[in-house]
Each structure stands twice: as structure tokens, then as C-alpha cells.
């Protein structure tokens, strides 16, 4: 299917840098974060990219570089000029978007790639939470230059770290060791760990809807939900993607209704409550598509990127017409 028929697709090239993560302001509309790496990640340098859409397109506001690659980034829940990013190097840094200059702080704990940061949501903290290949998972209040507290349990690389939007002090992580794993900042051990797939998991997310809905992506193709209530068998499981799942969201507005990207070049759109769940496939990418997010102001705006050097942002035609 033809890519974001619903509207026109603003596209910004940037040559040289591989995209692994997209992230919609939550307080400007329109703005959005990007993070990305040279080579793919393999080796070189990262740049954190803050564009703006306008009615011709994308334009670049701020481009910050760091010494490595840059996998993830995460807003400040408090300010709206502060962002996060974690990097290759097993470091987290702090970027103001008024300052054209290099990050506030680094924070520097991990020992190995830092492939997941996300700031809390519940507004009763502000908190970071990073998630690295070196198997843990670390706690941070940005005031503080060094962690809180370290998170252990994982048996393989940590590739995705999201809190709940509604319990606060309670995260997810999602892991190369096939377990989603909830956790409790206040007793600082896992909650409950859910065998969710015969694969690596590269990606989870919680319904904005259900405090106790999550839903996990793989290596194995497959996105399953997860009701905590009850975790031995999933609620129910999409099948569409031919590669790994790279990165899954739910929708900020309509509570069964997901966005997934995956190695298969393609981002699908999804309503677990339907009997044919497919809502679209956008195939607008010509590499591994990494980064995906659901705009928290606008209904049907959608940004990804992809290693094939672009970033777009685009209305898919399901979110256009009427559910």
C-alpha cells in the first residue's frame, strides 16, 4: 500500500546519519527529535536532529553531534526545551534545545551500548530510566549526576525500558533473553517477568487506556499484548511483518489502536479489536525503519526513520477516517 495517502508526507534527508529513533514533542506541535548514527551504528558519531514541519516540509531547528551513536531519545516531561539521549558509548546526555552548544551532562554508569532511555510520565516524578546491552537497568533523577539505583535481572542485552503512563515508580523492559519484565522503583526488584515470546524482544509499550495492557515486539515477526492480570497466554497476537519488530507504539488516542516498524522496511497500523486487526502498511522506506511515534497533538500525525537517511512525517490514511 502506498504510503500516508491521507496527506502529504514531509520528508527530511540527512545524509550520513542512520536513523534509530523519532520522538513528537509533548509540548510544541510539530517538533520532533531524532535520534541517529553514522554507519549504522556500527562505528562513528551520532546526531541528535530537533526539526520543525512548516508548510513546505521538515526544516532542521538544532543539530547536536556526540561522539558516538545516538539509539534513543526521550523529552523532558517539565520542560520543553530539555531532551535525553543514551549513545554506543554507555552514556546518557542531557541536551537543552535554547543552547547551541553541547549537552548540559553525561552521565556515564553503563559499561556497554545504551539502547533505550524514556523520561517518567506520571507527572508525581521526573525520572529517567535507561536500559543497556550490559544487562542492567539504571535510575535517574537529572539533578543528580549519578544513578539511583541499578536494576538486575535480565540475562541477555536490555533493548527496551518504558514507564507506565499511569502507576507511578512502575517500568517495563524487554529484553534479548525473550522476557518482558515490569518493575517497582520502590522496592527496586522486578514485579512480575513474562515469557512473552520464543524470541528476542526489541520492543514494548503500554496502552494509554489500560494500566494493566502492554504490548511486546520481536525478533520472531509477531506483536503480542500482555494483560498483567493475567500473563500466561498473550490477549492476542498481530501477524503481518516479515522481519524483526524494531519499535511498537500504542495510540495516545484510541485505546486499541497500535503502530508498529520493523526490519521489513514497513510501519503497520493496527486495532487489536478488530477481527481483521491490519489497518495499513506504509511501505515509504527503503532500509531497516527503527524510529515510530503517534503525535500527542495531532489525531493522525505519525514521524518515522529509517537507516535509509530520512525521517518522515505523514497522516496514514486509517487515522484519517472515522474508526
Not at 31 to 37: N, V
Not at 223 to 250: C, M, S
Amino acid at each position: 500500500m502506498s504510503a500516508a495517502r491521507g496527506g502529504a508526507v514531509r520528508t527530511l534527508r540527512v545524509p550520513g546519519r542512520h536513523g534509530y529513533a523519532a520522538e513528537f514533542s509533548p509540548y510544541l506541535p510539530g517538533r520532533l527529535a531524532c535520534a541517529t548514527a553514522q554507519h549504522y551504528g556500527i562505528a562513528g558519531c551520532g546526531t541528535l536532529l530537533i526539526l520543525d514541519q512548516n508548510e513546505s516540509g521538515l526544516r532542521l531547528f538544532r543539530s547536536f553531534d556526540w561522539n558516538d551513536g545516538l539509539f534513543d531519545v526521550t523529552w523532558s516531561e517539565n520542560n520543553e526545551h530539555i531532551l535525553v539521549t543514551c549513545s554506543g558509548d554507555g552514556s546518557l546526555q542531557l541536551w537543552d534545545t535554547a543552547r547551541a552548544t553541547g549537552p548540559l551532562q553525561v552521565y556515564k554508569e553503563h559499561t556497554q551500548e545504551v539502547y533505550s532511555v524514556d523520561w517518567s510520565q506520571t507527572r508525581c516524578e521526573q525520572l529517567v530510566v535507561s536500559g543497556s546491552w550490559d544487562q542492567t537497568i539504571k535510575l535517574w533523577d537529572p539533578t543528580v549526576g549519578k544513578s539511583l539505583c541499578t536494576f538486575r535481572g535480565h540475562e541477555s542485552v536490555i533493548y527496551s525500558t518504558i514507564w507506565s503512563p499511569h502507576i507511578p515508580g512502575c517500568f517495563a523492559s524487554a529484553s534479548g533473553d525473550q522476557t518482558l519484565r515490569i518493575w517497582d522503583v520502590k522496592t527496586t526488584g522486578v514485579r512480575t517477568v513474562v515469557p512473552a515470546h520464543q524470541a528476542e524482544i526489541l520492543s514494548c509499550d503500554w496502552c494509554k487506556y489500560n494500566e494493566n495492557l502492554l504490548v511486546t515486539g520481536a525478533v520472531d515477526c509477531s506483536l503480542r499484548g500482555w494483560d498483567l492480570r493475567n500473563v500466561r497466554q498473550p490477549v492476542f497476537e498481530l501477524l503481518g511483518h516479515t522481519y524483526a519488530i524494531r519499535r511498537v507504539k500504542f495510540s495516545p488516542f484510541h485505546a486499541s489502536v497500535l503502530a508498529s516498524c520493523s526490519y521489513d522496511f514497513t510501519v503497520r497500523f493496527w486495532n487489536f479489536s478488530k477481527p481483521d486487526p491490519l489497518l495499513e502498511t506504509v511501505e515509504h522506506h527503503t532500509e531497516f525503519t527503527c524510529g515510530l511515534d503517534l503525535s500527542l497533538q495531532s489525531p493522525t500525525q505519525v514521524a518515522d526513520c529509517a537507516w535509509d537517511e530520512t525521517i518522515k512525517i505523514y497522516d496514514p490514511i486509517c487515522l484519517t477516517m472515522p474508526a
